[in-house]
T-cell receptor, first 118, second 111 residues
């Protein structure tokens, strides 16, 4: 089975430019998460969706960040305008929220998008 | 979700068992214990999870104490490829699924 697919894997952009990161969750999964990882702050949850609806965006750093999930198989995380402090690895993850609690709702991660803003 | 405490680092000899401790003294009755690991430059990888019974899969074993206030992840025969940061996380299974990561334990497997 294909895992969570993210693109681009690496991006270098200039400060002020718009950055769009893309994610395709695992087929059949109904929850999607965006995380950011830096050396200073570790892994941080930015936002997550359930059935394409944003549930909690309290981790989104500021208005320059936005995320959408137009359908069950695609999500974007956009940064506009980008700043050097946005340089990080951005992970997308997905899970299938089950009514059976003993399934644990395991979350699976993509390989990340490495963003450098210069 | 309950907070966890893990040692910042530990070493393990290749071929030996690695025992990774985790304290979660404030865990609630409906919270699961999850273990993930992150190998350098890769996304976090699910290892195992459990509620109160010990669990085993092809990657590892999870031992949860009877009072559920601590657990141990066991890698039975560590290899160099097991060098990674290991995260112990507790969360309610039905809490819309989000995971909150701490600092984890940096495990280095040496030849």
């Amino acid at each position: 089975d294909a895992g969570v697919i993210q693109s681009p894997r690496h991006e270098v952009t200039e400060m002020g430019q718009e950055v769009t990161l893309r994610c395709k969750p695992i087929s059949g999964h109904n929850s999607l998460f965006w995380y950011r990882q830096t050396m200073m702050r570790g892994l941080e949850l930015l936002i997550y969706f359930n059935n394409n609806v944003p549930i909690d965006d309290s981790g989104m750093p500021e208005d320059r960040f936005s995320a959408k999930m137009p359908n069950a198989s695609f999500s974007t995380l956009k940064i506009q305008p980008s700043e050097p402090r946005d340089s990080a690895v951005y992970f997308c993850a997905s899970s299938r929220r089950s009514l059976h609690l003993n399934s644990g709702n395991t979350i699976y991660f993509g390989e990340g998008s490495w963003l450098t803003v210069v | 979700d309950a907070k966890t405490t893990q040692p910042p680092s530990m070493d393990c000899a290749e071929g030996r068992a690695a025992n990774l401790p985790c304290n979660h003294s404030t865990i609630s009755g409906n919270e699961y214990v999850y273990w993930y690991r992150q190998i350098h430059s890769q996304g976090p990888q699910y290892i195992i999870h459990g509620l109160k019974n010990n669990e085993t899969n092809e990657m590892a074993s999870l031992i949860i104490t009877e009072d559920r206030k601590s657990s141990t992840l066991i890698l039975p025969h560590a290899t160099l490829r097991d060098t990674a940061v290991y995260y112990c996380i507790v969360r309610v299974a039905d809490s819309w699924g989000k995971l909150q990561f701490g600092a984890g334990t940096q495990v280095v497997v040496t030849p």
